[in-house]
Nanobody, 114 residues
Framework: QVQLVESGGGLVQPGESLRLSCAAS????????MGWYRQAPGKQREFVAG???????NYAGSVKGRFTISRDNAKSTVYLQMNGLKPEDTAVYYC????????WGQGTQVTVSS
């Protein structure tokens, strides 16, 4: 079983940056597909970014060029560097791990407001 704990959320002004972290339990982190999703008020949860076990990345069009997903297998941690934040990025951000089954973290709030 995989347990995920997100951190790094907070309140920032438009144009600023945040770095989210997701620490994963389990002994096979290097084999997990890892992703970030978000859910804004009144909207469905949506895919933000993903990274494969081999390091391949993909992004939602709305964040491409601004967000970067990375992983540190030695630390069993995935990161989401968010630059140039916009008010529409405001959401609860969730970490997801896929290794046969899908596992979700509890989420961390990101609020972008002036």
């Amino acid at each position: 079983q995989v347990q995920l704990v997100e951190s790094g959320g907070g309140l920032v002004q438009p144009g600023e940056s945040l770095r989210l972290s997701c620490a994963a339990s389990g002994s096979s982190f290097s084999s997990y597909f890892m992703g970030w999703y978000r859910q804004a008020p009144g909207k469905q949860r949506e895919f933000v970014a993903g990274i494969s076990s081999g390091g391949s990345t993909n992004y939602a069009g709305s964040v491409k060029g601004r967000f970067t997903i990375s992983r540190d297998n030695a630390k069993s941690t995935v990161y989401l560097q968010m630059n140039g934040l916009k008010p529409e990025d405001t959401a609860v951000y969730y970490c997801k791990a896929v290794f046969r089954l899908a596992y979700w973290g509890q989420g961390t709030q990101v609020t972008v407001s002036s």
